[in-house]
Each structure stands twice: as C-alpha cells, then as structure tokens.
C-alpha cells in the first residue's frame, strides 16, 4: 500500500471539493462542510467503523481529515485580524539565501558558505569534504540537514492540526550521492524519526508522519527517491 499516495490523494480530493463549493455556494458553506466532514471523518477512524476498519479507507480518510483541519485553521486565522501571523503560514512568499565563493580548481581549491542568518558564516568546503575524508561541510550534508530541519517542523504542524503536541522529534536525513552518466546525483534521501508524543498512537502517528514527508517544502525539492522509517517511542 502507497500510504503517501493515497493521503496526497485524499488531501487533493477534498481541497477541489472545498474549492467548488467556495465558487457555488460561498465562504461559509465551504466552512460549515469542512467541519461537518472533519467530524464524521474523525469519529470513523477513532471507531474504526466503515470504511474506516480497512486499511486503505482508513489512510485516506487520516489524510482527509488533515487536510480539512488545515483547511479551518487557515479560515480562523484569516478571521482573526490584526492578530501576528507568520507569513509562511499566510500565504505571504518568503525569500531566504546563502553565499557560496569557491576559488582555485576542483580537485586543488577550496571554497565556502553562509547563510543570511549568520548561523554558518565562512564553513570551509572542498573536494576532499564532499568525496572524501576532509574536514569542513559539503552540499549534501546542507541539504541534510535542511531536510531534517524542515521534515521535523512540518510533523509538528501536522500533529498540531490533530490535537497533538509533541514532546521531541529526532529526525535524521541522509543524502545519498552516486555517479552517473553526467557525473553525480543525488538518487535518494533516508528520513530516519523518533518521536515522543504524548497522547498519540501508531497509526495516527504513521499517517501524520506520511502527510508530513509528502508536505514538507525541502521533500518537494529533490527529484529523488525520499525513503522513511518512522517510529513513536514510549
């Protein structure tokens, strides 16, 4: 069974249904449906009733209802006015960069990075730091580390969008590099998650887990295969 298929799938489904009836009937029917539909929905899986007791209907309508509890968080924040919200989760387009300056050859140079914050600021990087042994960063390990930064957050949202705070996300990201007819590409990124979260068991966590690797910006980045091994700890 392809769990993140059929939670994008699901997600995709209501998001057109909630759009039609945004142009037919208005704001407010879509609103009224949403929260109609996210309480059915959440009472089937919690039951386990039809079609909920099956595992792919379960899937799907675990992703349904997430997608409609988004769905009413964004219209409660766009009724709060005035109220501070960040513009990632507004809609609002965010522009963030880093500097890379590389001098010399490929195999004898060297170069380095940072980021707008300041938090990496000159990290040196080389032949020797991405293909072999050498001290100092790399791309993929950047890359990783953004994956594992943005995957955690997004798990968070969505576990918050069920009522779920957690109390720890570890997240490792691997980044897998290999030669090609071209020279080299990145073929596939590992997310290995340990989560503690009180209140939550293995299948509301599983699917939250899914939503957010289908979700999460970085995940959209990469044209590789994104593998994952997720576990709730007690």
């Known amino acids: 069974m392809d769990v993140a298929r059929l939670l994008v799938a699901s997600m995709e489904c209501e998001r057109d249904r909630l759009r039609y009836l945004e142009t037919e009937r208005g704001d407010d029917a879509a609103r009224c449906f949403a929260e109609r539909t996210m309480a059915c929905y959440r009472s089937a899986v919690v039951r386990r009733s039809a079609p909920a007791g099956e595992p792919a209907h379960r899937v799907r309508l675990i992703g349904a209802y997430y997608y409609l509890k988004r769905y009413l968080c964004a219209r409660r924040r766009d009724a709060g006015a005035g109220q501070s919200t960040p513009a990632s989760l507004s809609g609002g387009i965010m522009k963030r960069n880093a500097t890379a300056v590389w001098q010399g050859g490929l195999k004898e140079g060297g170069g380095t990075v940072s980021t707008q ?111 994952m091994d997720a576990r709730l700890q007690e």
């Open 117 to 227: 914050s300041g938090t990496v600021a000159g990290a040196g990087y080389s032949f020797g730091t991405r293909f072999e042994q050498g001290e100092g960063t790399n791309p993929e390990e950047l890359l990783a580390a953004a994956h594992a930064g943005c995957y955690s957050m997004a798990l968070s949202m969505v576990l918050g969008q069920d009522d779920l705070t957690p109390e720890r996300i570890d997240t490792t990201a691997t980044v897998t590099i290999e030669p090609d007819d071209s020279g080299f590409t990145i073929t596939t990124v590992h997310l290995d998650v340990r989560a503690r979260i009180p209140g939550a068991d293995r299948g509301r966590f599983s699917a939250a887990a899914e939503a957010a690797k289908a979700g999460c910006p970085v995940s959209k980045l990469f044209n590789a295969e994104i593998t």
